[in-house]
C-alpha cells in the first residue's frame, strides 16, 4: 500500500458508447491535487458542469449498474469498472470530465481503463494515504445472497463466489488481496457478461442497447457466443469481483479489511458499504503504513517498466 497519496501524472482521454445507453461519450481522466478523491464533472447539453465526488451517499441506482447523481438532477451512470481500476491501481484523486450521461464500456471489463491509467503514470504526493480501517464485521442479505466487509490485519482482500443456474457458469470462486498487480493480471480484463435470451426484456427496460460480443460475454443456451470466447475460465466471477472493487470505491477512501460475498451484485455491494458507513464503531480513519519495498518510490511517479510518457494519450473502443 503506498503511504503517500497519488493522483494521475497526466490526463488521458478514452471514448466509446454507453452499454446501455448507446450513446458515444468522451472522457478525460486529469491529475487532481490531495484530498480531493475522485470527482466526475458531468457536462450538461446545455453547457453546464456538475461536478459529483465519487461517494457513497449521491449512488442513485444499482440495477444492473452504479449511477451517481446530484440535486440538480444530473447523472452518471456505469461508473464501476472506472472506480475498479482507479482503486485496484492505487489512484486516491482524480477528475473525471465526461460529456455524456454514461461512462463508456469499452471492451466490457477494466482493462482499458488500466492501460490508460498506465499509459500516463500514477504520481505520488506529498500528502500522507488515510486508510478506512474496519475494525467491526458488517453483513447484509438478500436471499440466499449476503455481502460482509470484515476487519484484517492489513491490506484489503475478496472473497467473492457466484452460484448461477446455467451448466456455462455453475458455481465459481476467487479469492485474492487487491493491490495494483493483482488486480491488473486477475480482475482487470473480465468482462461483463449476459445471456441472450434476456435481451429483449432488457432493452424494453432501457438497458443494454449497446451491447455486443464486443464489449459482452454473450451467452446462448449451450455456449458462449463470442467467437475468442474466455479470457479466463471463471471469467464470470472474476468480474463480479472487479465490480465490488469499484462499488465499494465509493467509501471514498481505501479499504482495510476482507470483503466476502456470495450470489452478490451491485446492490448488495452498495448495500454493505451503507452498513459500514451509518455504523461510526464499524471503521476508523487511520494513516496509511509505508511498505518497506515502496518506501524509495514515495516522491516520484510509477509507471511500466520501459514506459515512455507523452503528455496525453486517447483510446477508443476495442475488441480483444
Keep these: 500500500m503506498f503511504a503517500k497519496q497519488t493522483t494521475l501524472a497526466g490526463p488521458v482521454t478514452l471514448t466509446g458508447i454507453g452499454v446501455h445507453s448507446a450513446a458515444p461519450v468522451s472522457l478525460i481522466l486529469e491529475p487532481a491535487e490531495a484530498d480531493s478523491g475522485i470527482v466526475f464533472v458531468r457536462t450538461a447539453p446545455d453547457g453546464v458542469e456538475h461536478e459529483m465526488p465519487a461517494s457513497h451517499r449521491l449512488v442513485g441506482g444499482t440495477e444492473l449498474q452504479t449511477v451517481l447523481g446530484d440535486s440538480a438532477g444530473a447523472t ?14 492505487g489512484v486516491d484523486n482524480a ?3 465526461i460529456d455524456g450521461p454514461e461512462v463508456a464500456i469499452l471492451d466490457g471489463s477494466a482493462r482499458p481503463f488500466v492501460e490508460a ?58 479469492r485474492l488481496e487487491v493491490t495494483p498487480q493483482s488486480f491488473r493480471a486477475e480482475l482487470a480484463g473480465a468482462r461483463t457478461f449476459g445471456f441472450l435470451k434476456d435481451v429483449e426484456r432488457l432493452w424494453a427496460a432501457g438497458f443494454a442497447r449497446g451491447s ?31 465490480d465490488a472493487v469499484g462499488d465499494l470505491a465509493l467509501s471514498g477512501l481505501p479499504l482495510q479489511g476482507r470483503f466476502r460475498s456470495f450470489c452478490g451484485g451491485h446492490r448488495m455491494n452498495g448495500a454493505v458499504l451503507g452498513a459500514l458507513l451509518a455504523d461510526p464503531t464499524a471503521y ?19 509507471r511500466p517498466a520501459g514506459f515512455a510518457p507523452a503528455p496525453v494519450a486517447a483510446f477508443g473502443p476495442r475488441v480483444d
Excluded at 76 to 89: D, F, K
Design 76 to 89: 452518471v451512470s456505469t461508473i464501476e469498472h472506472l472506480m475498479a481500476a482507479l482503486r485496484g491501481m
Design 117 to 174: 491509467i498506465d499509459s500516463v503514470g500514477v504520481a505520488t504526493l506529498a500528502a500522507p494515504r488515510r486508510v478506512m480501517k474496519i475494525v467491526k464485521p458488517v453483513r447484509v442479505e438478500q436471499g440466499r445472497g449476503f455481502a460482509e466487509l470484515a476487519p484484517a490485519p492489513h491490506g484489503f482482500h475478496l472473497d467473492v463466489e457466484i452460484d448461477f443456474p446455467s451448466d456455462l457458469i455453475g458455481r465459481q470462486a476467487v
Design 212 to 242: 455486443s460480443t464486443e464489449n459482452t460475454i454473450v451467452l446462448g443456451e449451450d455456449r458462449v457466443l463470442n467467437p475468442e470466447g474466455l479470457r479466463f475460465p471463471d471469467e464470470f466471477v472474476r468480474h463480479k469481483a472487479m
Design 284 to 302: 476508523e480513519i487511520v494513516t496509511a503504513e509505508p511498505a518497506p519495498a515502496r518506501r524509495e518510490r514515495a516522491a516520484r511517479a510509477v
Design 95 to 97: 477528475r473525471v470530465a
